[in-house]
């Protein structure tokens, strides 16, 4: 069974600062990796898709990486905004069909 | 063009009545998830189509949740039997196919009384 763990559960950055999100996951058979954020409320917004066979998928200031081996993926948010302030939710897609495993979230707050 | 979009927008119920929610994907997509999130979690999959068919129905809790595609567009989840714990935001996404890019609604937010 896919776990989904996204460290840490909340994130709090003066604007313009740099910065990584993490998520990991337990079952390296995966066929791709998505990244969406969440304003409080709504529904969910599509960042990035990195399929298996890819290392990483770059929009804007937003950059994601894929390590199957290693169970990891990262978001890079450069130049941070206060318009970044969201959750960030990664979710995995493994099995014989597409049953995809969210992350429970890393909650960003972007100071200005 | 058009996004995912998901009736009712809230939906206030009580407990032991019965709950249809719709969601109309984006025209031309094949596949299509349910969803349902809890307060402080990620959505937990319920169930998948691939055209008309539910491809894996494995998320679904129990045999009260019930979904159909009848025509490989419109989804309607129901929900037979309320209860409390049922109260959540249910989540539509559709994709153009298996593995892709999944595109989410906005949600219905259920409460059950």
């Known amino acids: 069974k896919q776990e989904v763990t996204q460290i840490p559960a909340a994130l709090s950055v003066p604007e313009g600062e740099n910065l990584v999100l993490n998520c990991s996951f337990t079952d390296s058979a995966i066929y791709n990796l998505q990244w969406f954020r969440q304003d409080p409320g709504k529904g969910l917004t599509s960042l990035l898709l990195?399929?298996?066979?890819?290392r990483e998928q770059t929009s804007g200031r937003l950059n994601a990486s894929l390590d199957k081996s290693s169970g990891r993926s990262t978001l890079y948010i450069a130049a941070s905004q206060p318009g970044d302030s969201a959750t960030y939710l990664c979710a995995g897609a493994t099995g014989g069909y597409q049953k995809v495993t969210f992350g429970t979230g890393t909650k960003l707050q972007v100071i200005p | 063009g058009a996004g995912v979009s998901q009736t009712p927008s809230n939906k206030v119920t009580e407990k032991g009545k019965y709950v249809e929610l719709r969601c109309d994907p984006i025209?031309?997509?094949?596949?299509l998830y349910w969803y349902r999130q809890s307060l402080g979690q990620g959505p937990e999959f319920l169930i998948y189509?691939?055209?008309?068919?539910?491809?894996?129905d494995s998320g679904l809790p129990n045999d009260r949740f019930f979904a159909v595609r009848p025509e490989g567009s419109v989804s309607t989840l129901k929900i037979q039997r309320t209860e409390r714990g049922d109260s959540a935001v249910y989540l539509c996404?559709?994709?153009?196919?298996?593995?892709?890019?999944?595109?989410f609604g906005p949600g219905t937010r259920l409460t059950v009384l």
């Open positions: 990195i399929q298996s066979s890819q």
């Open positions: 025209s031309g997509h094949t596949a």
């Open positions: 996404a559709s994709s153009k196919q298996g593995f892709d890019e999944q595109f």
């Open positions: 189509f691939q055209g008309t068919g539910a491809a894996d």
